[in-house]
């Protein structure tokens, strides 16, 4: 079973989030960190880090729009490309003017000696990490299933009534568009497709506990872990977010579909509820971690005797890539945005990432119909 809406419609709610995203990402690094380049604790005010956060966030409203433009002028041509190239050329081009005001900062940074007379702490304590491992929040989970398996019930109770053609596939305007024998797979396709993605969300979240999360000397203890521990729930929110959001929207559209298999379905309304509940979560979780983060900030603007981190900049390739044969870490914290970011210069994680690319490929290509 298969849910579509029209190419523009879905290009302007992923451009809408990505907007949303790369506006809030100058304040979800640390202080230390602005724009992925590194600096001593006293530097954190600077009037070029302002104005140069500023700057960008300008750049990705303008690029926001003309993407727009890009996805109304592509849609009349072929979805595919305006689903495909809008949002590409839409990051693209974001990263290519995150590059080109980051170097500012690094010009700044370099023609000042920031690093000159700053206390830096030892190398080795960059590989600590946090032991602490939040619970996963596992409400809506089961709140999840729960909306699965009552459509569940609803679809075997009314299945002897349904019709021996079923909707199968909806065009952007929810008009049926192709049909097939009624069949188990045919009538709980979307449900099972739900059950899945929801079993593997939840799997992700437990996941996330394990993963390496540094505690950044620089800090004070008690904000250092506050600022994992946030980062944290941001993530699991997140997940938790999307597998709700898919169950309830998956379910809806089941049982629409089933009631009336002949009447159009409220694609668009459903598509834009479950981007704006994924929207509204993300700000509010961003929010949130911007302000608990405002007392860090003020710890450095008070000349908080913190020792700064060593100038490693020559290991972040743009402030995006991490390449440091010499750290022993695979996950590093990123220094752009919330989560974290893998060590290319370890042997062993790219051995790991190349095989489980490997087999993703492979799975793929023996299990394509032939």
């Known amino acids: 079973m298969t849910f579509a809406i029209s190419s523009f419609q879905s290009s302007l709610a992923e ?30 005010d600077e009037q070029i880090i302002r104005s140069t956060a500023l700057r960008f966030r300008v750049a990705v409203v303008c690029i926001g729009l003309l993407s727009v433009g890009l996805a109304a002028a592509l849609s009349l041509v072929s979805e595919d490309a305006t689903k495909i190239v809008t949002p590409v050329a839409f990051v693209v081009s974001v990263v290519i003017a995150f590059g080109i005001f980051r170097n500012r900062i690094v010009r700044a940074k370099q023609e000042g000696d920031w690093f000159k007379d700053a206390k830096t702490r030892m190398v080795a304590t960059m590989t600590a990490k946090d032991t602490v491992r939040p619970r996963v929040r596992l409400w809506p989970y089961m709140a999840s299933y729960a909306v699965i398996i009552v459509t569940s019930l609803v679809g075997w109770i009314s299945y002897g009534s349904l019709p021996d053609e079923l909707p199968t596939l909806w065009n952007s305007d929810g008009n049926v568009s192709a049909q097939a024998a009624k069949s188990v797979t045919v009538v709980f396709g979307g449900i099972l497709g739900s059950a899945i993605a929801t079993s593997g969300l939840l799997g992700l979240a437990h996941l996330m506990r394990h993963v390496p999360r540094r505690i950044h000397p620089n800090d004070a203890e008690s904000q250092a872990r506050l600022r994992a521990d946030q980062q944290h729930q941001i993530g699991q929110s997140l997940l938790a977010t999307v597998a709700l959001s898919t169950a309830i929207l998956a379910s809806a559209l089941s049982m629409a579909s089933w009631a009336e298999p002949n009447q159009p379905l409220p694609l668009v309304p459903a598509t834009i509820a479950f981007f704006a509940c994924f929207g509204a979560v993300t700000v509010f979780q961003i929010v949130t971690y911007v302000m608990q983060m405002r007392e860090v900030r003020r710890d450095y603007l008070n000349g908080a005797s913190f020792k700064d981190e060593p100038d490693t900049d020559q290991y972040w390739f743009g402030g995006l890539l991490y390449l440091n044969p010499n750290d022993p870490a695979w996950f590093v914290t990123r220094r752009v945005g919330i989560g974290w970011a893998i060590n290319f210069g370890n042997p062993a994680m790219v051995i790991t990432l190349a095989v489980f690319i490997f087999a993703i490929v492979t799975f793929n290509t023996l299990s394509a119909p032939q």
Do not use: H
């Open 15 to 44: 451009l809408c989030l990505l907007v949303a995203v790369f506006l809030a990402m100058p304040s979800l690094s640390r202080p230390t960190m602005p724009m992925g380049v590194g600096i001593p604790g006293d530097r954190v």
